[in-house]
């Protein structure tokens, strides 16, 4: 099966044109409307004014898609949460059903290289969650990253998780994890986590280069771009850290398990901190748009 591209995206992919797909399940299920939709559209601009096309990419009636139109990135912010949320073993169920299901970072990197898109802008990616070591509870994203060509623009792992349990996993799976300008790994909402990044890098054409390499030597698999959020929007470790404790005995009490306990707990946060957690969500997506623009640029030019 194919992706359908839109005409824009088409044009981009035959040319070469630098591109960055974004994902479907952070306007679905990682904001609330309005603000979802606002933000779905401002990341969308800041891709093209940073020379780029964007490739919003979700699953409708059953067809894999790399660019929504407006009407379409409305429908996913309006219908939020009733949409099904699909990670890569959930997209042969529901394209043979032709239904329609917001993409996470894991099936957002394989329908991107499926259709020949090499950058990708997220907010956080998934991976281990506390307790992990009693159940198995790691993401299907660090798996993902191990298969498909995909540079991944992210400000770490999302803070409610184990970070050294994933870095750990990331490593076994022989995922690059890069710093970009800085030699600790972020962790979401706080610029730093206490864990150093593997590498580091500190412009994008450092980057393009590397991606060329490892692709080039037939080494598989993504990279990850550990991309800080801007110190201005930052949450720091120290004041975020209690509200998530509080969140995740929430979620727990309330029997939240699976692919809804990121949905919840981040509503949760954003509902304890008065919304200030949003802001920082909205402010770490833009500042990675703008970086993968930047290294899908790069890229295009190597």
Do not use: C
């Amino acid at each position: 099966m194919k992706v359908h591209l839109t005409e824009t995206v088409r044009r981009a992919v035959t040319s070469g044109a630098p591109i960055v797909a974004l994902e479907s399940t952070i306007i679905a299920h990682g904001m609330p409307f309005p603000q979802n939709l606002e933000m779905a559209r401002e990341v969308e601009e800041v891709v093209r004014r940073g020379g780029a096309v964007p490739a919003t990419i979700a699953i409708i009636n059953g067809e894999l898609r790399a660019g929504l139109s407006t009407d379409e990135l409305a429908h996913f912010a309006k219908t939020g949460p009733s949409i099904m949320k699909v990670s890569t073993r959930d997209i042969p169920y529901v394209v043979a059903r032709k239904d329609t299901g917001a993409t996470t970072v894991a099936s957002t990197m394989r329908i991107a290289a499926m259709a020949g898109i090499r950058v990708f802008a997220t907010g956080g990616i998934g991976g281990a969650h506390r307790e992990a070591n009693d159940t198995f509870d790691i993401s299907n994203d660090l798996h993902e990253f191990a298969i498909s060509d995909v540079a991944v623009v992210t400000a770490g792992a999302k803070a409610i998780l184990d970070l050294p349990i994933t870095l750990e996993v990331l490593e076994t799976n022989g995922v690059p994890v890069v710093g970009f300008g800085t030699s600790e790994f972020p962790a979401f909402y706080s610029r730093q986590s206490g864990l150093a990044a593997p590498m580091r890098l500190d412009t994008a054409a450092e980057f393009a280069a590397m991606m060329k390499a490892k692709w080039s030597l037939g080494l598989t698999g993504g990279v990850v771009v550990a991309n800080p959020i801007p110190q201005a929007d930052e949450i720091p470790a120290a004041e975020i850290t209690p509200h998530i404790t509080r969140a995740l005995a929430e979620a727990k009490q309330q029997g939240v398990a699976g692919k809804n306990v990121t949905p919840f707990l981040l509503k949760h946060l954003n509902e304890i901190t008065e919304g200030r957690s949003l802001k920082a969500n909205i402010a770490l997506v833009m500042n990675n748009a703008r970086v993968a623009a930047d290294i899908a640029v790069a890229y295009a030019r190597a």
